[in-house]
């Protein structure tokens, strides 16, 4: 961060209907402070009128992207913090301190900075979680038609249940059933198609994008890695340069745990919360279903399960073997090669 005396440093507070700002002169003296309502024409109007050059600073919250892209173009530099670091420095808490501590750890050069995704980036992101949730509700969907089978004592084949052929000639043989359960089973029916095709078209329009098409391709020659790996490793990572080393990736994925030793004594703590929870559950999947098509990554498993890890320390073991095979060829820029 460029320490120039003439800048100023500007802490901005986001909330859903204000944003809070203090601004602070090198020297920490203040410069002004005041609060604007959370729209683009009040913050573009609060950056034009900035007498000095200034560097901004805020928390990554739902908000940080508009305000980002808004600032960006008035300002010398925008950061966008870390929420649990931040979080750990402020004991007393209200908008006129946050935006203060704001500015203040910007003028020190401690802003704890995270990666903030060019806007592209962050739109086709936005379009991927969506198809994620989705699909999480298409589940919850054909879950719910199974307790509605279940409450009223019908007997179905589970194999088969979520089959259009299956559930249509099911529904029809409901006889004894109330009215009422017949017709929830028919919405529910048509939820799941509509979910489930509305994914599809998502997933299909990712993959065709022309920003995405060659990296997923390469992507895709990782063993075990589908449409939806190769998408959310491309668009959760973005700059895979950004990772030093296969430690700091499988940190970021959630693929292991904080560590925690005294006196020689090592103990085993759960996977670490501070992770990316997208890329965590989707290479965490894939890691369940690659040993089972290819031999090097059931390898990895069994090499786990005879050190005598269970079920799911192998699991992460393969996940993790995952995350440095994909970073590998995402830096390369070479097809993977299975390992002799």
Request: proline share 4%; aromatic share 6%; glycine share 6%.
């Amino acid at each position: 961060m460029n320490q120039a005396q003439s800048y100023h440093f500007i802490g901005l507070d986001l909330h859903k209907c204000s944003i809070a700002y203090c601004e602070k002169t090198a020297t920490g003296k203040v410069a002004a402070r005041g609060t604007i309502g959370a729209r683009a024409s009040d913050l573009a109007a609060l950056a034009r009128s900035r007498s000095q050059p200034f560097v901004v600073g805020m928390e990554a919250t739902l908000f940080s992207g508009w305000v980002y892209d808004v600032v960006l173009p008035y300002a010398v530099e925008v950061h966008v913090g870390h929420p649990t670091r931040l979080k750990a420095l402020s004991k007393n808490k209200n908008d006129r301190i946050d935006a203060e501590l704001l500015a203040n750890l910007l003028r020190a050069d401690l802003f704890p900075s995270c990666h903030m995704a060019p806007p592209e980036v962050r739109h086709l992101r936005r379009v991927l979680r969506y198809r994620n949730f989705l699909v999480g509700e298409a589940t919850r969907m054909k879950n719910r038609a199974a307790g509605l089978l279940m409450e009223t004592g019908v007997e179905y084949v589970k194999s088969k249940l979520h089959g259009k052929k299956y559930f249509s000639e099911l529904l029809d043989s409901l006889e004894e059933v109330p009215g009422s359960v017949r017709e929830l089973l028919r919405m529910t029916r048509t939820n799941i198609e509509l979910f489930v095709s509305a994914q599809r078209r998502l997933l299909d329009a990712l993959a065709r994008h022309g920003a995405l098409r060659d990296r997923v391709a390469l992507l895709k020659t990782v063993c075990g890695v589908g449409d939806v790996t190769a998408l959310t490793w491309a668009l959760e990572i973005d700059d895979p340069h950004r990772f030093p080393s296969i430690k700091n990736v499988q940190s970021y994925c959630g693929l292991c745990s904080a560590q925690h030793e005294s006196g020689g004594k090592q103990r085993r703590a759960p996977l670490s919360k501070e992770r990316n929870p997208h890329l965590q559950t989707i290479l965490i999947e894939a890691a369940k279903l690659a040993p089972c098509k290819h031999r090097h990554l059931a390898c990895v498993r069994q090499a786990a399960l005879e050190r005598g890890y269970n079920r799911n320390r192998a699991t992460l073991q393969v996940a993790r073997k995952l995350a440095a095979y994909l970073l590998a060829v995402d830096k390369s820029g070479e097809p993977f090669v299975v390992p002799a």
